[in-house]
């Protein structure tokens, strides 16, 4: 598998977990030492924070949806560092999302290091 598709692949999990409702399996893909900013502009640090936001998240508003992420681009910017636009949907709810991230590979694994989503007008 090469960079792009491991790469793609977070988002697969992203998906896959959000389905499920699985909140520990949706943050695994951030790096322990996240820094997230969420569509309210709200800063979470750290994988345990995403992990407790979207728990609530899936619990709640987002109960029984989906997320069906199209990545946009994935730039490679320096060894083990790719620059990654996607844009989502959330359905049946029908918000659309924009984010960009920094996604990294740290002892042979890719997670997601910066992460900006936001609503796009």
Not at 42 to 63: D, M, N, P, S, W
Not at 93 to 112: C, D, F, M
Request: a negative charge; proline letters at 3%; hydrophobic letters at 45%.
């Amino acid at each position: 598998m090469n960079t792009e598709q491991e790469v793609r692949g977070l988002w697969q999990t992203m998906a896959e977990a959000w389905a499920l409702g699985d909140a520990a399996k949706f943050a695994g893909v951030f790096a322990a030492d996240v820094d997230f900013v969420n569509v309210r502009g709200e800063e979470q640090t750290g994988r345990a924070q995403v992990e407790a936001g979207h728990a609530k998240l899936f619990e709640t508003v987002y109960r029984n949806t989906r997320l069906v992420p199209d990545v946009r681009l994935v730039r490679p910017i320096a060894d083990g560092v790719c620059l990654v636009h996607v844009t989502s949907q959330v359905l049946p709810a029908g918000i659309g999302t924009h984010a960009q991230a920094l996604v990294t590979r740290r002892a042979g694994e890719w997670s997601i290091s910066a992460f900006h989503n936001m609503i796009p007008q």
